[in-house]
């Protein structure tokens, strides 16, 4: 009956066609890439920020929880789904205002539907020479909704939430939260000054679950005067180690103008570049050595490869690169710096080789031209092939179509370890992704993005067939495994998909204690998120 009560509220504050059904809300927000299936109450399509407050009060008054997304592509985490059964979405993107900007400072304000591909247009047309905080996911993702959840890139600003200046936030009781400084009239200091006056509450609103996120303001990382990537292969395998100090040794020597390295191995560069040899592997197998160095020999692929992006002026770059290649230069092969401009002249001139080079440069120079891109701040679709791996029909993936994973029932589930930056550290962490994967007949692909000089986050997708309830099952025993052995390891989250939330909790350490001290007096009756992070 309230719940009743509830969608007649609601479809009176929001109109019909905001409201959907039970039905209509499973069949838009159900299909989930990780396999995962929950039951939704309903979903809603609010079209104006202030009518979340409205929202919340019906909710809390009815005692209906409430799921927010902001544009629902969390894929391999749990896509647009909440972690339990029986919630409302509230799907914030159709909020997708850029509130504010200012030009002297690069501080934005938006609202949850701002996608990364919606930023880059506007910076595009109005001249401001500002970068997008990019990432992997592509163009029609959330800028909020992934500073939320702690995400990262290569740009200089890897650490999303750290550009994260203010926020606004609708409490569960349907009261708005904001910093001290913008409740004392400082709006503006408080967009300039990330900590503001007092504890520091803003954090709990990332993987949190006590308010709906209506607003923030991120700090744009200036477009410097020159960028340029550098790539590499490392030949040898059992030399990760060294390469990990080497690059250890860059990325603490270069603060500011290393974006960031990735460490991808071959597994991972094969999945953006060839299609999988379907005819050559038996059913329920993986890749075989032999195959897996026959298709690294036709791709030029080497067991690791390398990439990374220098950001600042030319002088400071053209130093920092030729140190670079000082560093690495005795380890690595391959090893080259070009810039996106250089990238695009390259694809160009690709026309002018011959009929039987034409094809296979094509695909090269493009991949380098849209990876080049991505790391000078223009969101793209370069990485979402991966998740298309294991379908049949991958070759018809186009960068000019839309990709949707949970739409086109991808098999993927994302485990994200933090790893130390240190020799024995990787060893030990590669070794183990690789026997576990193995044991579950899952491809090993994985990649180590640095964060610092002290960490690599570590991202591993388990691609599988989502129509195969057998090959499902592999895949979340596999991911289970990864956790638990990688936990018995050191190797921690950090960031877990919706199947996972309860595992973080469940030790009842001091930290969690809190947590839920925290949701007991902010949201006594589980109106936001509930399950979310606790």
Same mark, same amino acid.
């Given at each position: 009956?309230?719940?009743?009560?509830?969608?007649?509220?609601?479809?009176?504050?929001?109109?019909?066609?905001? $409201?959907?059904?039970?039905?209509?809300?499973?069949?838009?927000?159900?299909?989930?890439?990780?396999?995962?299936?929950?039951?939704?109450?309903?979903?809603?399509?609010?079209?104006?920020?202030?009518?979340?407050?409205?929202?919340?009060?019906?909710?809390?008054?009815?005692?209906?929880?409430?799921?927010?997304?902001?544009?629902?592509?969390?894929?391999?985490?749990?896509?647009?789904?909440?972690?339990?059964?029986?919630?409302?979405?509230?799907?914030?993107?159709?909020?997708?205002?850029?509130?504010?900007?200012?030009? &002297?400072?690069?501080?934005?304000?938006?609202?949850?539907?701002?996608?990364?591909?919606?930023?880059?247009?506007?910076?595009?047309?109005?001249?401001?020479?500002?970068?997008?905080?990019?990432? @992997?996911?592509?163009?029609?993702?959330?800028?909020?909704?992934?500073?939320?959840?702690?995400?990262?890139?290569?740009?200089?600003?890897?650490?999303?939430?750290?550009?994260?200046?203010?926020?606004?936030?609708?409490?569960?009781?349907?009261?708005?939260?904001?910093?001290?400084?913008?409740?004392?009239? @400082?709006?503006?200091?408080?967009?300039?000054?990330?900590? @503001?006056?007092?504890?520091?509450?803003?954090?709990?609103?990332?993987?949190?679950?006590?308010?709906? $996120?209506?607003?923030?303001?991120?700090?744009?990382?200036?477009?410097?005067?020159?960028?340029?990537?550098?790539?590499?292969?490392?030949?040898?395998?059992?030399?990760?180690?060294?390469?990990?100090?080497?690059?250890?040794?860059?990325?603490?020597?270069?603060?500011?103008?290393?974006?960031?390295?990735?460490?991808?191995?071959?597994?991972?560069?094969?999945?953006?570049?060839?299609?999988?040899?379907?005819?050559?592997?038996?059913?329920?197998?993986?890749?075989? *050595?032999?195959?897996?160095?026959?298709?690294?020999?036709?791709?030029?692929?080497?067991?690791?490869?390398?990439?990374?992006?220098?950001?600042?002026?030319?002088?400071?770059?053209?130093?920092?690169?030729?140190?670079?290649?000082?560093?690495?230069?005795?380890? $690595?092969?391959?090893?080259?710096? $070009?810039?996106?401009?250089?990238?695009?002249?390259?694809?160009?001139?690709?026309?002018?080789?011959?009929?039987?080079?034409?094809?296979?440069?094509?695909?090269?120079?493009?991949?380098?031209?849209?990876?080049?891109?991505?790391?000078?701040?223009?969101?793209?679709?370069?990485?979402?092939?991966?998740?298309?791996?294991?379908?049949?029909?991958?070759?018809?993936?186009?960068?000019?179509?839309?990709?949707?994973?949970?739409?086109?029932?991808?098999?993927?589930?994302?485990?994200?370890?933090?790893?130390?930056?240190?020799? &024995?550290?990787?060893?030990?962490?590669?070794?183990?992704?690789?026997?576990?994967?193995? %044991?579950?007949?899952? &491809?090993?692909?994985?990649?180590?993005?640095?964060?610092?000089?002290?960490?690599?986050?570590?991202?591993?997708?388990?691609?599988?067939?989502?129509?195969? &309830?057998?090959?499902?099952?592999?895949?979340?025993?596999?991911?289970?495994?990864?956790?638990?052995?990688? %936990?018995?390891?050191?190797?921690?989250?950090?960031?877990? @998909?919706?199947?996972?939330?309860?595992?973080?909790?469940?030790?009842?350490?001091?930290?969690?204690?809190?947590?839920?001290?925290?949701?007991?007096?902010?949201? *006594?009756?589980?109106?936001?998120?509930?399950?979310?992070?606790?």
């Amino acid at each position: 009956m309230k719940l009743e009560t509830a969608f007649k509220e609601w479809r009176k504050l929001l109109g019909q066609s905001q $409201v959907l059904s039970s039905d209509a809300a499973q069949l838009v927000y159900g299909c989930c890439t990780t396999g995962v299936m929950k039951k939704l109450a309903g979903a809603l399509r609010p079209l104006e920020r202030n009518q979340i407050p409205f929202i919340v009060q019906i909710a809390a008054s009815n005692k209906i929880a409430l799921y927010p997304i902001s544009t629902g592509h969390n894929w391999g985490y749990g896509s647009a789904l909440p972690p339990i059964d029986n919630c409302v979405v509230l799907d914030l993107s159709q909020l997708n205002r850029i509130v504010d900007f200012d030009a &002297e400072t690069g501080v934005i304000t938006i609202e949850p539907g701002v996608t990364q591909g919606q930023l880059a247009n506007f910076l595009d047309k109005e001249q401001h020479p500002y970068m997008v905080p990019v990432t @992997g996911a592509g163009p029609v993702c959330s800028i909020l909704g992934n500073a939320l959840e702690r995400g990262y890139g290569i740009t200089p600003i890897t650490d999303h939430f750290a550009a994260v200046t203010s926020i606004e936030v609708v409490l569960p009781d349907g009261s708005t939260y904001q910093s001290a400084h913008a409740s004392l009239g @400082g709006e503006q200091v408080d967009k300039i000054f990330k900590w @503001g006056v007092g504890p520091y509450i803003d954090g709990i609103f990332s993987q949190g679950s006590f308010g709906v $996120v209506t607003q923030m303001s991120v700090a744009l990382a200036p477009r410097p005067e020159s960028i340029q990537s550098f790539l590499f292969g490392l030949k040898q395998p059992e030399q990760l180690g060294d390469l990990v100090i080497r690059v250890r040794e860059i990325i603490k020597s270069y603060p500011g103008i290393v974006g960031g390295i990735n460490l991808m191995n071959a597994h991972r560069v094969l999945a953006m570049t060839a299609a999988y040899p379907w005819d050559r592997v038996s059913k329920g197998a993986t890749i075989s *050595p032999d195959i897996l160095s026959e298709l690294c020999q036709r791709n030029q692929v080497m067991p690791w490869t390398g990439f990374g992006a220098l950001y600042g002026t030319r002088g400071t770059v053209k130093v920092a690169q030729r140190e670079i290649r000082a560093i690495l230069m005795p380890l $690595v092969s391959r090893l080259f710096f $070009v810039s996106p401009e250089r990238a695009k002249t390259l694809n160009r001139i690709r026309k002018l080789l011959p009929d039987c080079l034409r094809f296979k440069a094509i695909e090269k120079l493009e991949l380098l031209e849209r990876s080049l891109q991505l790391v000078a701040g223009y969101p793209n679709q370069t990485t979402l092939p991966l998740c298309y791996w294991l379908k049949h029909n991958s070759d018809n993936v186009h960068q000019d179509k839309v990709m949707d994973p949970a739409r086109d029932r991808c098999g993927l589930i994302w485990y994200a370890p933090l790893v130390p930056m240190k020799r &024995e550290s990787v060893i030990h962490f590669v070794n183990m992704v690789y026997a576990i994967t193995y %044991k579950y007949k899952l &491809e090993p692909l994985i990649t180590l993005t640095s964060f610092s000089g002290k960490c690599f986050d570590s991202t591993v997708p388990l691609l599988f067939d989502l129509d195969s &309830e057998i090959e499902r099952k592999k895949a979340e025993d596999c991911y289970w495994e990864l956790l638990e052995e990688g %936990k018995n390891q050191g190797f921690l989250p950090y960031r877990v @998909g919706i199947q996972t939330m309860k595992w973080l909790s469940e030790n009842d350490a001091t930290y969690w204690q809190i947590v839920r001290r925290i949701k007991q007096v902010i949201d *006594p009756n589980g109106i936001i998120s509930p399950g979310r992070y606790i």
